[in-house]
């Protein structure tokens, strides 16, 4: 038997000959960055359970912002700790609270960098959950009318995009409605269409002190065994006025991106979240993995899968050697 004429490795065989092929590609502009917001001054905190990542007061999380966009990182999505905690997360929707504060400090440092806002009552209420308790039970319509007047709180602070992350039936729809009515028409909504009952947000809780005092979070996030409830929760907060799409978490839901990118062709965000990015620290200071190599993969399969854009926590720093490695390549 004659050898194939064909051999795919004649395209592999230097890096100039694998760049000149590639099919996904990866630039500073994929990312956003999330920032944690806390009370007091001088903050600079590093977060226990997220090597790397930190706790920022307001008059510095700027520092961050401008790094980012430096980088060439067009936006950073904001979450809140705040100073008091109640039953119905008042502080979500209080003009003078952390993200409020940091939304005005941010655009005022960098007026061109796109500041979203993620708009859930978990890291507000003291029982830890997305919404308004009723019966031990989290009220759906009730916590309606308090993620809409956080989002519209967020909005006259100046944040640029309303990410909703709180997977209330309807949320969309009524957060649509109330930035309309007060003058915010023009202002976008990332949907976090697609959120699972995850494991994977282990650490994000611990940053921000969120995790439920009792129960958990499967009566309104999804079933990690349903796809094509996916669909459904898609078409769903597209029919509200959603204007982009999120898919979280990541990496165990690649599928789950590709399926949506391909069915409904709108702009879709994958969220690289907490326990991921954790994952990757830990088997990275245990000499287990090459570190920067898993990063950028990781992050192109997101890409690849489907995402136009990808929420990391390595949004800064992957920005950061792409811009170098785009000197080296010249």
């Given at each position: 038997m004659s050898f194939p004429?064909?051999?795919?490795?004649?395209?592999r065989r230097t890096e100039?000959?694998?760049?000149l092929v590639r099919e996904t590609h990866l630039t500073p502009a994929d990312f956003i960055?999330?920032?944690f917001v806390v009370p007091g001054t001088n903050v600079k905190t590093e977060i226990s359970s997220m090597p790397g990542q930190f706790h920022w007061s307001v008059d510095r999380v700027a520092e961050m912002a401008e790094r980012c966009f430096r980088a060439g990182v067009p936006g950073v999505i904001l979450f809140g700790v705040p100073t008091h905690k109640d039953e119905v997360g008042s502080a979500a929707y209080d003009d003078s609270a952390e993200v409020q504060s940091a939304v005005r400090a941010i655009k005022k440092a960098v007026p061109e960098l796109l500041v979203i806002t993620d708009v859930c009552l978990c890291e507000y209420t003291s029982h830890g959950h997305c919404g308004v308790i009723e019966h031990n039970e989290v009220a759906n319509d009730s916590t309606l009318e308090l993620l809409a007047r956080?989002?519209?709180?967020?909005?006259?602070a100046g944040a640029d995009i309303i990410a909703p992350s709180d997977m209330m039936d309807g949320r969309i729809a009524a957060i649509r409605a109330a930035l309309d009515q007060n003058g915010y028409a023009y202002l976008p909504i990332l949907s976090y269409a697609v959120k699972y009952a995850s494991a994977y947000y282990g650490p994000?809780?611990?940053a921000v002190d969120s995790a439920p005092q009792f129960g958990d979070r499967r009566g309104y996030q999804m079933d990690p065994a349903n796809a094509n409830e996916a669909l459904r929760e898609v078409e769903l907060d597209l029919a509200e006025g959603a204007d982009m799409l999120m898919v979280k978490p990541g990496i165990a839901y690649l599928d789950i991106l590709h399926t949506i990118k391909e069915k409904y062709r709108r702009p879709t965000a994958a969220y690289h979240v907490s326990g991921e990015y954790a994952m990757i620290e830990a088997a990275a200071q245990n000499g287990w993995v090459d570190r920067k190599r898993i990063i950028l993969e990781t992050l192109l399969s997101f890409k690849r899968a489907g995402a136009d854009f990808v929420?990391?926590?390595?949004?800064?720093?992957?920005?950061?050697w792409l811009l170098e490695e785009s000197r080296h390549a010249r």
């Open positions: 004429t064909d051999r795919p490795r004649r395209l100039t000959l694998r760049r960055q999330p920032l956080t989002a519209v709180s967020h909005a006259r994000f809780r611990v929420l990391t926590y390595y949004a800064a720093e992957a920005a950061e």
